[in-house]
């Protein structure tokens, strides 16, 4: 028996009523995640940065190439949710301006800042972009491929981890692997493969924090890959940085290297074990292998750790289905905790899978030992 058998009528309609109130705080949020979507990809936010003060529907519709009654009713529904402020809601409708909290500037329109969140909508939307195809993989077993969740999720995910990448990844988390950084500095040049790359920005990261190194990036996704290239050309890092279309675990790639990164792509693959063979042998026995992945609990609790109910959310949308493309797949999802993590590696011959001491809200680093 449990112990919800034993609640009184009162407790089951307090239950009830805080359960309908949660549930309809779910629809604000979600309400206004789409709406900031429609800000993010309309260019209304930075507009309204860009201002440096307050604008009115029209001035925004006119900096935005949208349509005035569209921004209008954006422009109110932001307000209402508190995401933006108006300056005098008494004014005619034609005459009330709109501002961005000075607070919300950072994490809405500057993509260098670490705090830069906006992307997650784009992330989001993306997500939810294959639902159909998404109920028939929960109906069959099957998966949905990467190509199905379309441009936003691409962008998104490149967006959202391009401030760390590039700031953070050849600043702090390499640095903290003394071996690692000190052969990324040194001579003849390390060469550096980089499995599911996605847009390249932990390849151009590496790149351009380590003047020396060489780094060849790795997606599946050709898309993910055409735009790799090109963020490499703006960031002038051609002659170092190298991209190709190739599955993690296809035996044609070949070469050796002095570190093998995984970023956030091990837990979307359908066979872990053969792309961790392969980084296993790209490392051969002096190079490297660092897996960083999300930085969940080790045992699955009703309560989840503190970033779970984010990778869960992931995961029932698109990291399980992707990984679930590829028969007979594994089927990890988002929550890949040490312990899977761990006999994926001894399956593709590691000894040792060590929890590197590097803090991250959201990751996890491993080092993986032949
Ligand atoms: C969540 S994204 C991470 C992208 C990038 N590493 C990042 O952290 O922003 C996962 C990436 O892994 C790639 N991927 C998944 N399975 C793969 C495989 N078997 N071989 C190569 N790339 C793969 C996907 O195409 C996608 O770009």
Known sequence: MSESDNLSTEEIARQRDAFIERFLGYAAGTFNFFAM???ERLGYYRALALSGGALTSA???????????????????QTVAGILEVEDENLDVSQRRFHLPPGHVEPLVERDSLNYIAPLTRLMAGAVR?????LEAYRTGGGVPFSDYGSDLREGQAAINRPAFLYKLSQEWLPAIPDVHARLMSDPPARVADIGCGYGWSSIGIARGYSNAHVDGFDLDEPSIRLAEENARHHNVTDRVHFQVRDAGDPALAGQYDLVTAFECVHDMSDPVAALHMMRQLAGERGTVLIVDERVGDTFTAKGNDVEWMMYGWSILHCLPVGMVDPPAVGTGTVMRTDTLRSYAMDAGFRKVEILPIEN??????????
């Open 37 to 39: 979507y429609i800000g």
């Open 59 to 77: 001035e925004l519709a006119s900096r935005t190439d949208t349509h005035e009654r569209y921004a209008r009713e954006w422009l109110e529904q």
């Open 130 to 134: 294959p639902l159909d195809a998404l």
């Open 361 to 370: 809200f959201f990751f996890r680093f491993y080092r993986l030992t032949p």
